[in-house]
């Protein structure tokens, strides 16, 4: 007899769901010739004692891999959508940032596969798609779905079920851009059951690949996350094209495409389930998916927006998709706390730099431009802060690099463009500033929401220049909120001068060695296309010796005044700065208070007598003023303990 079926009449007492699924996975084992010991369903039913995850019907793994990873119950959203998939709907889901959106929608695939599946497959067709605008956003969607897969495979193994080394029983991959596309091919060959994908890549690859295509015609699961951002980086095209593979073919409906290529349509699939999931999305566009049973493109009605366009463009096959829509007031998860500083645009560095000193941890900074990071990352690199660069001309290699590192390290600044803003899970991150006021609501919400995560604290600070305050007064207003909702953060202004000194000195190294770097690279491409042109050069370039090479000359009269820069800097740097009402004959008379902070740890390294604390606790006075729009109460989920405001 099974050793789950004997457990069951013992200690274990198994529900008749889970004799059921005993009774077919010791099927399949004996007709794989397996020992009816292996059957594993009575662990995962010990091991995964979650009530609060009843209702959500899971296969009996996945609330081992749960329990394993800490989460006691599902999140709000994962509450409503869960039982929803699993009654074969269609479901547009909009919650707030950090709320576990990933496994409402992955847990139902997952639940769906493994109840079909109790052997490993001989060959593998592709179930699920999951559609998500950056490559960051791709790959940490598929390692959340494999660390679920990671627990059942380490489980299925450490039963014996399977020889050495196995292929998994489910298998999720990534396939993004910027990265080997030989090895993502070779993956796709080996079988994939999920697909997380970017739609550039995606649909690059599918071009030469008609059995991928011909797979996604017949998917059980269509994902879209993000979607509004897709159509923002300017995938419409290809994300068009690859929603065409996923639509049915019905008599006497016209389907507008721009070429007329017949494979494109498939009239089979009813089966397919779409999932549309962001912390964004607007109510006239939730108003415009509920309206139309069938979605073809109606020619009489222009669409509101490229997203209602795109929108338009899936066939939900569920007559009326339920829409769940869990979007906290304002757009503002109740564990943020959001402040400003108003200052003038050139010194938003100082602020900035101030800020960093002041509260030092995990601080993500938001800029518009990838020349603004270009310029600020040296900046504060000579600043002697930990910063690294995130923006899409960086190589994907460096820029998971750059990711790892901000995740690894406390006291780190990221410096992103809005690539970051969506997506991206790095759970502490304390700080995101906004050094440029974001374009739309949308993208400040989806910023803010790197950081107060699954229920944890977080703040945000948005650095605003004189002619930016218009902005956030629209930014406010189509958030439904007022104007002067926002406190200002307490700031030690005494501070910011020696502070916008230490900047002027590092702008002035960076610019000075920005000159030599020029020079170096110009000196180089005009011995390279002299040499490709077989033409002899100058004396003051063929020549290494100073005066004949006045180029050469300059470049050290520059390189030593940079070097002189550097040691005035390095001299300001080690100089302490004193907080308000703190004096330097205090501090070496060696107060008691300040020592016992530096034991304790929670003194400031960089400002003396400034204390540890954290930024939120410096806006309390005026947030007595102006109250921030916070929920009273925040439901507290997955064992994380949450603060109430
Ligand atoms: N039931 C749960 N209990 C506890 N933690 C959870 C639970 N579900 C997910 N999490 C964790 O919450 C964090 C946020 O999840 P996720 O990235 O899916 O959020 P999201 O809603 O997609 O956020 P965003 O809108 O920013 O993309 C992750 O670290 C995840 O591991």
Redesign the pocket.
Known sequence: MCRCLEESSGVYRLSRRRRSLCLLRCRSLIASGLPLSACSVSDWAVGSALPEWEGCNLHPALLGA?SQ???????P??RQAIPAASNSRDIVGI??????????YGLPILHHILTQRTTIPKERKLSALILAPTRE?AL?VSS?LNACLAQIESHRRGTGVDGANPPPLISAAALVGGLSAQKQRRILDRGVDILVATPGRLWDTIQDDDELAAQIRNLRFLVL??ADRMIETGHFAEMENILRLTLRETKGEVIEQDNDDEDNTSDGNNSLQTFI???TMSKDLQRNVKKRSRPRMTKKKAPASTLDELLLRLDFRDPDPEIIDLSPQGGVVSTLVESKIECLADEKDAYLYYFLLRYPGRSLVFLSSIDGIRRMTPLLELLNLPVYPLHSQLEQRQRIKNLERFKSQPNTVLLATDIAA????I?SVDHVIHYQIPRTADTYV?RN??TA??SRNGFSLLLCAPDERKMVRALLTSLDRKDNEIPEIDVEHNLIDKLKTRVQLARKIDQSQHKVRKANHERKWMREAAEAMELELGSDFASDSDDEAPTMHKTKIMNSKTARLKAELQTLLAKPIYAKGVSAKYITSGSRLDIDKLMLGTANEAIVGAGGGEARQDITRVKKKVKPPVKAEQEE????TTTTE
């Open positions: 749960l990873q800490g989460f006691a119950k599902p999140t959203i994962q919650a707030e940032t950090g709320s576990g959106k990933t496994l409402a956003l940490q959340h996350d993000e999931f962001s912390a969506r997506g991206l899970d759970p989806h929401g790197r995560r699954a989920w997955g064992g994380i």
